[in-house]
């Protein structure tokens, strides 16, 4: 998902694979920033693809073959326009974050950080989120469709999103009574983009994996935190997406039950 206060990328996926000699499964990780491993570190244009992703992760774990065709700012959507055809049909396990994008998440991060956002501005930032929600349903089901069409033999994970903030963490004068109000906000509304995620993934006998309890303590703010803090408070050109850690000890070990 591309989150925080930059634009995501709309370019055309870019294929990186990572090829284990002994490999016995082979592994496509689709959708957005979040599983192209955007904010791990050394990522490649034009996707913001990295390495040190989840991806990388579970290949490692499993000892599969692995392409990663994700790209961060797709949608469901572009997910199945750009990035199906090049799945490969002897795919036998795919994983994908996807959704995010679809409605106006960074939009509504952005609005409720600002400084000089009002409440009101804030929640209707995250209200126009939740309204687009209702559309995801849909959207996704035809991405899903697609992916099982090229790929028929493969496990498909679907995997859900971190909350990007620890609210009791935001005290004066850092942050603003607005501001932790709306990341309380925001935390609502990612639950209740997983939980649209979640019912449409096994609407379609997808399987999905929920990854915010791991995520539990290593939001924005925290002493250990598994995500990547926005300026002034860090630096990564993908704030509010996991850093190494949170892909290997958040995505990866939430993946780990379901292979």
Same mark, same amino acid.
């Given at each position: 998902?591309?989150?925080?206060?930059?634009?995501?990328?709309?370019?055309?996926?870019?294929?990186?694979?990572?090829?284990?000699?002994?490999?016995?499964?082979?592994?496509?990780?689709?959708?957005?920033?979040?599983?192209?491993?955007?904010?791990?570190?050394?990522?490649?244009?034009?996707?913001?693809?990295?390495?040190?992703?989840?991806?990388?992760?579970?290949?490692?774990?499993?000892?599969?073959?692995?392409?990663?065709?994700?790209?961060?700012?797709?949608?469901?959507?572009?997910?199945?326009?750009?990035?199906?055809?090049?799945?490969?049909?002897?795919?036998?396990?795919? +994983?994908?974050?996807?959704?995010?994008?679809?409605?106006?998440?960074?939009?509504?991060?952005? +609005?409720?950080?600002?400084?000089?956002?009002?409440?009101?501005?804030?929640?209707?930032?995250?209200?126009?989120?939740?309204?687009?929600?209702?559309?995801?349903?849909?959207?996704?089901?035809?991405?899903?469709?697609?992916?099982?069409?090229?790929?028929?033999?493969?496990?498909?994970?679907?995997?859900?999103?971190?909350?990007?903030?620890?609210?009791?963490?935001?005290?004066?004068?850092?942050?603003?009574?607005?501001?932790?109000?709306?990341?309380?906000?925001?935390?609502?509304?990612?639950?209740?983009?997983?939980?649209?995620?979640?019912?449409?993934?096994?609407?379609?006998?997808?399987?999905?994996?929920?990854?915010?309890?791991?995520?539990?303590?290593?939001?924005?703010?925290?002493?250990?935190?598994?995500?990547?803090?926005?300026?002034?408070?860090?630096?990564?050109?993908?704030?509010?997406?996991?850093?190494?850690?949170?892909?290997?000890?958040?995505?990866?070990?939430?993946?780990?039950?379901?292979?």
């Amino acid at each position: 998902m591309s989150l925080g206060l930059i634009a995501g990328i709309a370019g055309a996926p870019a294929i990186a694979q990572t090829t284990t000699a002994q490999a016995t499964l082979t592994y496509t990780v689709m959708g957005d920033s979040y599983s192209a491993g955007s904010g791990a570190g050394n990522e490649t244009a034009p996707c913001g693809q990295s390495t040190s992703g989840y991806a990388n992760d579970v290949a490692a774990m499993t000892g599969a073959a692995l392409t990663n065709i994700a790209c961060a700012g797709f949608t469901t959507t572009q997910v199945a326009q750009l990035e199906v055809p090049q799945l490969s049909p002897a795919t036998k396990l795919i +994983t994908i974050t996807a959704g995010g994008n679809d409605v106006a998440w960074t939009t509504a991060v952005g +609005t409720c950080l600002s400084p000089a956002a009002t409440a009101a501005m804030c929640k209707a930032a995250v209200a126009n989120s939740i309204y687009l929600m209702t559309k995801v349903p849909k959207n996704a089901t035809t991405m899903l469709k697609a992916i099982k069409a090229k790929a028929p033999h493969a496990r498909i994970l679907y995997l859900g999103y971190p909350r990007l903030f620890e609210p009791e963490n935001m005290g004066a004068p850092t942050f603003t009574a607005t501001q932790v109000s709306g990341a309380k906000l925001l935390n609502g509304a990612a639950d209740l983009l997983n939980g649209v995620l979640a019912v449409t993934a096994l609407s379609n006998r997808v399987a999905f994996v929920p990854v915010a309890y791991r995520f539990a303590g290593h939001a924005v703010p925290s002493a250990q935190p598994w995500l990547n803090y926005p300026a002034p408070f860090g630096s990564s050109a993908f704030p509010f997406h996991p850093n190494a850690t949170g892909y290997l000890d958040g995505y990866a070990a939430a993946i780990r039950p379901f292979l």
